[in-house]
């Protein structure tokens, strides 16, 4: 008896489904406004879409789960991301094009900011600009000797964050983070958690004792942090699962990195978000499934600007005009996870989603696209996965299950 | 230490359960009219009982995946889906009570209507008469002579629609089917996805080749389309997995055959709705759990017939005191899966579903039974097996798991 597989059920078709990601959507109520971003900001054109629409709230990993940018987007894309893990090393790899052989381990490292008690007094070093971190890796690369055969590599991604690779026979990926995660705290020795990962431990080791020396003379950057060692991971393609072409417009390095990971078409970085949807608009019918990823609800919830992540959805309504032009079937709104202003940092908070397909939806005609009102949306709540596959089936991508 | 199953918390008691199952019960706004049927509908019987009820959402498989029948009523019966899978042959035969053996593999085999160029203009010839599905079936037996030693069995279902078994040593279940779904298209060739079916792929051309020519004289029946090739399947018993003596009321050799299958007495069938409800009141005491099939909700959906559809339900509505003097403890209504007139065809909305018990049932007050009340109800969005073990504990036939 042949077993389950939403897989065995794809069959291709003409309908052309829209992923727009607004990443870390999702809030709680910001303090003394009383309402979340969602709640607050001015969307007219998203709300129009409402009557075509269905609602819900998704849960990217599991009810009460944080998750890292890496599960909450393999959620979205229909994986179920307690089985298929990435490493941020591995993401950042991937976002600078740096193609990962079998003997490599890749972390990502942030610039940051020690006093001279060596405590971490800021983990982005002032968000020193990317000339800056060039600069700087250059720098490390020239003066950086590690020990044996092993090989460095480093690559700037953006403002204080870069790559670490470590390249050489046998190395493990399983090491602990060096970043605490917060200010006031020493870095964090880096340990193996397996016999194969004591020698990436000591490599990471040595290029970080080195690196503060290297730094010292540094205003800003005069300490590294290192997070998310891995290996490449072993993971199916999207279209090995499902029957679509899939295109990935997206800014930031990681998004694209993780687009690529999971085999989509990485189009050229937009510069910013009218070029951003334009181009989705214009790729419209070279793909079946487009991921159109906005990175700043993110950036804004992280740093506790609840206005100006206000502002970026609103900015992000007065553009949907422009994806609606390009006439998709299935158009998805919705975050790779919550990121409340209140917080400043990723949350568990299930994150709200709007699927609107015309043709085949069962709307539940919510008067605002919100937490609040995507509590009584027809799709209830789930785990991100299933939006997946909800929005194949609304663009009739899944032929029925057994007779 | 002991793992959870339902199965071992079950408990007998005198408490009966009713399941009222609307095939393709839920829908979609239909264009124009802008509610769904069960939106649509008089039913002052049905909404009468909703102080007494609690309502919910219901995915049959899971959120997305369109069922056909089997898969939908298996949910219903409180079985995983995506575990057991039921060909369609092996449903048709169980409905016409051919009973299957070892050697034996089943298909379901609709007449269709083919042009001069085997192009498929009708895939169910019309639907043209029982009574002449019975003289086509004739012929066939008659005339048809499969090579070897294999028997061929045919049976008349209803209209357009036949069982077509073939029996033989060793003759694997896996052929893949020739009905392409589609109008405009050919039959498709029938092929063998393993080693062991490679004779009965072989047989099932031969059927369709001969029967092609037997058929040459006829207006609109004729052709054959073959559907479903299964072996019959290994399902454990209602009876083993809950404190339930099953009875069946359905019309439709379908049904029929999946209670059957499940281990269900199944009733005479009734003549019409009327004696449909009239039967399930007289045997309320010989039973412990009566499933009552209503067919032409989902006819009717299918056919795009919206106004059939919603005259379906406030028929069912006028009936249902028949029901309520049978004074069953938990009342379920909902259906097996959706099917929206306005998609002519199953869907993948999960169906709305009531679940009555005046005294045990922790009442959700809906103002109405329907897809867009039912968002709102106390039992949320679950997968349509968990409703079993909610009627089971509202007849308080579980006992309590754990100390």
């Known amino acids: 008896m042949a077993e389950f597989s939403v897989t065995k ?19 709680i109520p910001f303090p003394g406004v009383g309402k979340t971003a969602l ?5 007219p054109n998203i709300d129009a879409l409402l009557p075509h629409a269905t609602c819900g709230l998704f849960d990217p990993v599991e009810p009460g789960i944080t998750p890292g940018s890496g599960p909450g987007h393999l959620g979205l894309f ?10 941020r090393g591995v993401l950042s790899a991937l976002g600078v094009d740096f193609e990962l052989g079998p003997d490599d381990v890749a972390a990502r490292f942030n610039f940051c900011t020690l006093d001279k008690n060596r405590k971490i007094t800021d983990r982005r070093a002032g968000r020193i600009p990317t000339e800056t971190n060039v600069r700087l890796i250059k720098m490390l690369i020239e003066q950086v000797r590690l020990p044996g055969s092993a090989q460095l590599f480093l690559k700037t991604e953006a403002e204080h964050r870069g790559l670490f690779v470590v390249r050489g026979k046998g190395l493990g990926g399983n090491v602990s983070d060096t970043d605490p995660q917060k200010v006031g705290a020493l870095p964090l020795d880096p340990v193996a958690r397996d016999e194969q990962s004591k020698a990436t431990a000591g490599l990471a080791r040595d290029f970080v004792q080195q690196a503060e020396k290297i730094l010292a003379g540094e205003d800003k950057a005069n300490g590294v942090l290192l997070r998310g060692f891995d290996k490449f991971p072993d993971i199916p393609k999207m279209h090995e699962l ?5 295109g990935a417009v997206a800014t930031y390095p990681m998004y694209r990195g993780v687009a690529r990971l999971v085999g989509m078409e990485v189009l050229p970085p937009p510069a910013d978000l009218p070029a951003t949807f334009e181009l989705a608009a214009a790729q419209r019918d070279n793909f ?5 990823h906005v990175k700043y609800t993110d950036k804004a919830g992280e740093d506790g600007n609840f206005e100006w992540k206000v502002r970026v959805i609103e900015e992000v309504d007065a553009l949907l005009p422009k994806l609606l032009a390009a006439r998709p079937d299935v158009l998805v709104i919705t975050g790779d996870h919550s990121t409340p202003a ?9 994150v709200p989603g709007l ?5 085949t939806a069962r709307p539940d005609n919510l008067k605002s696209f919100d937490e609040s009102h995507c509590r009584c949306g027809g799709f209830g709540r789930m785990p991100l996965r299933m939006l997946m596959q909800l929005a194949l089936a609304h663009a009739l991508k899944l032929e029925k299950f057994g007779a």
């Open 242 to 246: 499902f029957p679509l072409k899939c």
């Open 39 to 43: 709640e607050a900001a001015r969307k």
């Open 355 to 359: 699927l609107y397909a015309p043709a």
């Open 288 to 292: 079946d499934y487009l991921f159109i």
């Open 9 to 27: 059920l794809g069959t291709k078709n003409e309908q052309k489904i829209f992923y727009l990601v607004l990443d870390g959507l999702g809030g």
């Open 342 to 350: 209140a917080l400043k940092a990723h949350s568990w908070h299930p």
């Open 78 to 87: 229909g994986y179920d991301p307690r089985k298929y893990q990435i490493g």
